[in-house]
């Protein structure tokens, strides 16, 4: 079966039981989003919601998915009403919670009725997962070259990282085109650019917002959200590594771990990057209050390039840190 799904999931237990995971978000983002965005419009999606919402609708529509699963807890609440319009397709719906309180007991029950749904093992999954820890162990080392050794860009370590969470629908193939990427990545020089910089919160609807940064000398050498797509605290159990990924929990996960990162990785700056109309953007009330570097918020809206004010307002702000 081809299995949407609409926020990172225990994507192992997917590949064990056999079937194709589709994160419906890397679609929608690597294809054509304005028009997805369009589309969902044209049958109704308001103006005033979540551009990520919309392309999802149009990307499950279109995707000859056999079933969706949505997260209900832990993720956009919208997602409640996503799921609700696309009840009367063709297509299986299942819900799937992260617990707020990060509950042991209660995100293996979760995972345990996901197992049962999919009706496959915990051995075979635990198998599953020594398989793509494999892989992790990789990416893992993409990051180091990114952020100690200073030969991958910002963008490349965003791209490889937001992609683990469904591999590409294809580990093998991942896990190959990752491979010939280090190889060519490891006999680089290092980048030029005098200061390194920490993405914090969702990735952008903003095309070109990497590339931008590094035209004015800046590498982002800590991608907060996409780090936390590759499962870094993979060397744990299964049931732990689901439980330390910040991203379905509270503001205060994310800053410990933000915390940590910013130390270890050397940052002078912090673009935290919320997407229009979403939730998401309160947490910068507690992020600015918890985070003593430089620190811009950047909002996104529609898909499409950096627009000529936030251009204006970057370069200011590198000025600042720069005098």
């Known amino acids: 079966m081809r299995v949407g799904f609409t926020s990172t999931i225990p994507v192992e237990i997917i590949y064990a039981a056999g079937h194709t995971p589709i994160d419906l978000n890397n679609v929608f983002v690597s294809g054509k989003p304005q028009k997805m965005v369009e589309e969902a419009e044209f049958e109704g999606y308001p103006r005033n919601i979540c551009s990520w919402i919309k392309g999802m609708y149009s990307v499950a529509k279109q995707s000859e998915l056999d079933c969706l699963i949505g997260i209900t807890e832990g993720d956009c609440s919208n997602t409640h009403s996503l799921m609700a319009t696309l009840d009367e397709t063709n297509i299986d719906i299942i819900n799937f919670s992260y617990p707020y309180d990060k509950n042991y007991i209660k995100l293996e029950n979760e995972i345990i009725r996901l197992e049962s749904v999919f009706n496959v093992s915990r051995k075979k999954v635990l198998e599953m997962k020594k398989r793509l820890d494999l892989i992790r ?130 940052i002078d700056g912090v673009i935290s990057y919320t997407q229009a109309f979403c939730h998401r953007q309160i947490d910068n009330i507690i992020l600015k209050k918890k985070i003593t570097l430089p620190f811009m918020s950047v909002e996104g809206d529609q898909p499409g390039e950096i627009d000529a004010r936030t251009k204006l307002r970057i370069e200011s702000f590198l000025d600042m840190i720069r005098i």
């Open 137 to 266: 162990e990789k990416i893992s080392f993409l990051d180091k070259l990114t952020y100690i050794e200073n030969k991958v860009t910002g963008f490349e370590n965003h791209l490889w990282l937001v992609n683990s969470s469904d591999f590409n629908s294809d580990p093998d193939l991942y896990e190959k085109e990752l491979d010939e990427f280090l190889l060519e990545a490891k006999e680089r020089k290092p980048l030029d650019f005098d200061l390194r910089f920490a993405f914090l919160g969702v990735p952008p609807i903003i095309t070109d917002l990497y590339d931008f940064l590094l035209e004015m000398n800046v590498n982002v050498v800590y991608n907060e959200i996409q780090r936390q797509f590759s499962m870094p605290s993979f060397k744990k159990g299964f049931i732990e590594q689901y439980l330390d990924y910040t991203f379905p929990y509270t503001v205060f996960d994310r800053v410990k771990d933000i915390r940590e990162q910013l130390t270890i990785r050397n």
